[in-house]
């Protein structure tokens, strides 16, 4: 069992920047790959980035690529999502997922998720 407490959302302007953290209890950290995903009112849960279990690997969706880094720290057991040049259509709960399939993609494939974060960005 890992339990996933993520944390760090709020309230930002356009242009501006968050950076979500996502705390793992429970089994082997780094035995886990870990994604983010969103969901905004009205829409389907989305990709947002994932990263491997060593963290030398990472995705991003395209509309998140170039402004959004995600990364991990298996000491501290916990990954990040860095979120510059924030835009209105960013604005979406968080979830963080922990998974031991290399399907960073894949909802289906993660076992674990986080309560989720509300992320808002105002124009």
């Known amino acids: 069992q890992v ?16 950076r979500l953290s996502c705390a ?33 690997s990472t995705h991003y969706a395209d509309s998140v690529k170039g402004r959004f880094t995600i990364s991990r720290d298996n000491a501290k057991n916990t990954v990040y999502l860095q979120m510059n040049s924030l835009k209105p259509e960013d604005t979406a709960v968080y979830y963080c997922a922990a998974g031991r399939l290399y399907r960073l993609t894949d909802g289906d494939s993660y076992e674990y998720w986080g309560q989720g974060t509300q992320v808002t960005v105002s124009s």
């Open 24 to 56: 793992a209890s429970g089994r082997t950290f780094s035995g886990y790959v870990m994604g983010w995903f969103r969901q905004a009112p009205g829409k389907e849960r989305e990709f947002v980035a994932g990263i491997s279990w060593s963290g030398s």
């Open 3 to 18: 339990t996933l407490v993520a944390s760090g959302g709020g309230l930002v302007q356009a242009g501006g920047s968050l």
